[in-house]
């Protein structure tokens, strides 16, 4: 049996990278700031934007997490930084996590304009980087093997 | 405070990630910081100068910290006029009303905090609030509030006798005497008590008039109350549940309105409508006329929406929240409503922008000086929302057959302590029996009265 010599992860538990624990929080809180804006958008129904500014809210913090973890990941392994993807990723991730307090600021409006137009676009731009980052995310993962644990079972 | 947690994070990664992304920040808060340097007294008058409005990541905010008032410190009065307290070591004094033997209530009220936490917002905001409302240190002002307290001024230079008149109010505002029928705005109901001239104290249930829209949120809880000339109806102020319906549409369901109520029935039917949080209701004494001063709308920018001082005509369409000053379109309301835009009518006078008048007395006496007859004093609490402060003193304008006839006058000053921090702010006036003007400082936790220097004798301190 070969073994693989992966690119280590490290900031983990007990070999298991904490990155990829906190990241579907923000992942899935913006995809759903989006769904809840083209509620709003449809409805003007307040309820909807407020879902949006407590999605966001909770989505940066935890998205601040999780850029911290990865940023410990990125900077403590050579060949994490050797990737293109290691890049890509972390950068587009900065540019969601801007984009996202933007956002929470626009959602600070009252009414109307705290969601149409400008919060509305902010989502989906935001929903549109999420898809780059979090395929080149998949890469680090499921192709260069980052964090993937050396000893086959 | 507008510095951005992120910037950090994007350092370490690759610079030109960063630069961009800071970039990105600088923009678009920078579009939304063009204060310049407007006049604010062209937003003195009929006809307000009304800049474009703009809407902000965050909207420009001065806040001034309570610092109360130091032993033997008041407010500045112009030459000719003097000022001393009437009453300190108040709590929360917020309306002054003045009956027919020149007792002096003191309403003295906090507001019922029931405003639940629907959006992030709310959070920072009500820590934000709690910098600018909490009483002051000077006077004991952690004491028991919503109660309404009683003084007698001393005869010759006797020191003023207070009493505890009313208590366990519910958030009260406005009071309203006709006859032996006394009648005090809680927050949510006017209630009713029997009083005799010479009372110091309601010994009597109240019993409840006319309930008024109070929680369950209760954003502008203070109900301002007014007798009609004749005496056969009251009005009073309800103010809007919002600032501009961010708590949707059917939370302002009879608000942002001047209600009439039949004294003998308690029925009521809105007298006019879209006046966002009408407060100071009074009759213009050669008129008759319903006036009142109006607490316009926040977050459009430091110079809009000016708050303003008007009759109230009956039946009356003044925009909110559909537009504003007339018929200014307010895009933050949805659906908007061109049909009652269409209705809306623009006030007879602008305060300027975000100064919060709360107070407002027709000058009735004659022991003022005269250029101070005849008028109307206005209480300005004081602008959180806008870089410079703007408010936080009265203002005196001059009327001439039942209209405003100039530019509104300083008159009392000095809340502000130079250094960004509140001494005090006003809040309710009133025209006591020899003519002086009283003014109710809320976090100050005093009533003012203001009189001719070298004219009427004023009570010692």
Redesign the interface.
């Known amino acids: 049996m070969s073994y693989y010599d992966n690119p280590r992860s490290t900031a983990s538990l007990v070999g298991h990278p904490i990155h990829p624990m906190l990241v579907p929080f923000p992942i899935v809180c913006f995809i759903g700031a989006l769904a809840t804006d083209i509620a709003y958008w449809q409805t003007a129904d307040m309820m909807w934007t407020n879902f949006s500014a407590w999605l966001l809210t909770v989505g940066i913090g935890f998205g601040v997490l999780a850029a911290i973890v990865g940023l410990i990941d990125f900077i403590g392994s050579r060949r994490v930084r050797d990737l293109g993807a290691a890049w890509m990723h972390a950068g587009g991730n900065v540019v969601v996590l801007v984009l996202a307090i933007f956002n929470d600021f626009v959602h600070s409006r009252d009414a109307w304009t705290s969601v149409v137009p400008t919060g509305l676009i902010l989502s989906a731009v935001t929903v549109l980087v999420l898809l780059f980052t979090g395929w080149m995310g998949w890469a680090m993962v499921y192709r260069h093997r980052v964090g993937v644990s050396n000893n086959a079972l | 405070m507008r510095s ?3 910037e950090k ?2 350092n ?3 610079r030109r ?2 630069a ?2 800071v970039a ?2 600088a923009a ?1 808060v920078l579009t939304g910081a063009s204060d310049g340097q407007f006049d604010v007294s062209s937003q003195i008058g009929p006809n307000p100068k009304l800049p474009e409005p703009h ?4 909207p420009p905010m001065h806040l001034a910290p309570v610092v109360g008032w130091k032993k033997g410190e008041t407010p500045s009065v112009p030459a000719g006029l003097k000022i001393s307290a009437l009453a300190t070591g108040l709590q929360h004094p917020r309306t002054v009303y003045v009956l027919p033997n020149g007792d002096v209530l003191i309403v003295q009220s906090k507001g019922p905090n029931v405003e639940p936490i ?4 709310d959070l920072i905001m009500g820590w934000v609030e709690s910098f600018v409302t909490s009483s002051g240190g000077s006077g004991g002002s952690q004491g028991k509030s919503n109660r309404i307290t009683l003084v007698r001024e001393g005869a010759d230079g006797q020191p003023a006798q207070q009493s505890l008149f009313l208590d366990n109010l519910n958030s009260p505002f406005g009071v309203a005497l006709v006859g032996n029928d006394l009648y005090v705005a809680d927050t949510d109901a006017i209630m009713h008590y029997t009083y005799h001239t010479g009372d110091t104290k309601i010994t009597g249930p109240g019993t409840v008039l006319t309930p008024l829209p109070g929680g369950p949120i209760d954003h502008h809880w203070t109900k301002s109350l007014v007798a009609s000339p004749d005496g056969s109806k009251l009005y009073v102020g309800v103010g809007s549940n ?7 549409i059917e939370a302002e369901k009879n608000r942002a309105a001047i209600w009439e109520v039949d004294r003998q029935t308690g029925a009521h039917r809105i007298f006019a409508s879209g006046l966002r949080n009408p407060n100071g209701l009074s009759i213009q004494p050669q008129t008759k006329a319903l006036w009142a001063v109006v607490n316009e709308r926040d ?1 459009l920018g430091p110079d809009l929406v000016p708050d303003y001082l008007t009759s109230v005509k009956d039946g009356a369409f003044y925009g909110w929240p559909y537009s504003y000053y007339g018929q200014h379109v307010d ?5 908007q409503r061109p049909d009652l835009v269409a209705k809306a009518i623009p006030p007879d006078y602008a305060l300027s922008s975000h100064v919060a008048p709360l107070g407002l007395a027709f000058s009735t006496g004659t022991s003022l000086p005269q250029k101070y007859q005849g008028g109307a004093f206005v209480g300005e609490h004081g602008s959180w929302d806008r870089d410079r402060f703007n408010g936080y003193k009265v203002v005196y304008v001059p009327f001439t057959n039942g209209q405003p006839s100039g530019k509104a006058e300083d008159v009392v000053t000095g809340f502000l302590d130079g250094k960004g921090n509140a001494r005090g702010r006003p809040v309710g006036v009133a025209i006591d029996k020899s003519g002086a003007l009283l003014i109710a400082d809320d976090v100050g936790n005093t009533v003012w009265r203001v009189t001719s220097d070298g004219g009427q004798s004023a009570p010692s301190q």
């Open positions: 951005d947690p992120t994070a994007a370490s990664v690759r990630v960063a961009l992304a990105g920040v678009v809407q902000y990541l965050l629907e959006r992030p917002k919002s600032n501009i319906t961010e708590n949707g977050e895009p933050r309301v949805m659906p």
